[in-house]
């Protein structure tokens, strides 16, 4: 079983930056990655997703421009680069990773085998 472990969130000015990251420690194969988000009463959205090659990456559209996903110099290891945050921002970010080879960006939560615990992103007016 692969764990995610994510870090990076906390709280921020509307118009900050944060950078959340996720790694799965231990492990030596590729992965498609993807990030989701649950804020306060609302349902898991799906933000950004990259492929298991990392040629391609999607966003969902109020994020575009705003947020980079991109694979870090560390194996396995993703970035999710947050810019001018906007309190409709603010949720728990999770962090997902499937080891399905050659698979494209995948938006469902389902097709995701590994999480990570969540981490805080609270984006003050």
């Known amino acids: 079983q692969v764990r995610l472990v994510e870090s990076g969130g906390g709280l921020v000015q509307t118009g900050g930056s944060l950078n959340l990251s996720c790694t799965a420690p231990?492990?030596?194969?590729?992965?498609?990655w993807g990030w989701f988000r649950r804020a306060p009463g609302k349902e898991r959205e799906f933000v950004a997703g990259?492929?298991?090659?990392?040629?391609?990456?999607l966003y969902r559209d109020n994020v575009k421009g705003r947020f980079t996903l991109s694979k870090a110099n560390t194996p396995n290891t993703v970035h999710l680069q947050m810019r001018s945050l906007k309190p409709e921002d603010t949720a728990v970010y999770y962090c997902?990773?499937?080891?399905?080879?050659?698979?494209?960006?995948?938006?469902?939560?389902?097709?995701?085998?590994?999480w990570g615990q969540g981490t805080l992103v609270t984006v003050s007016s």
């Open positions: 231990g492990t030596f194969s590729n992965f498609g």
């Open positions: 997902a990773a499937t080891g399905v080879k050659g698979l494209r960006v995948a938006l469902h939560p389902s097709v995701y085998e590994f």
């Open positions: 990259m492929s298991w090659t990392g040629g391609s990456t």
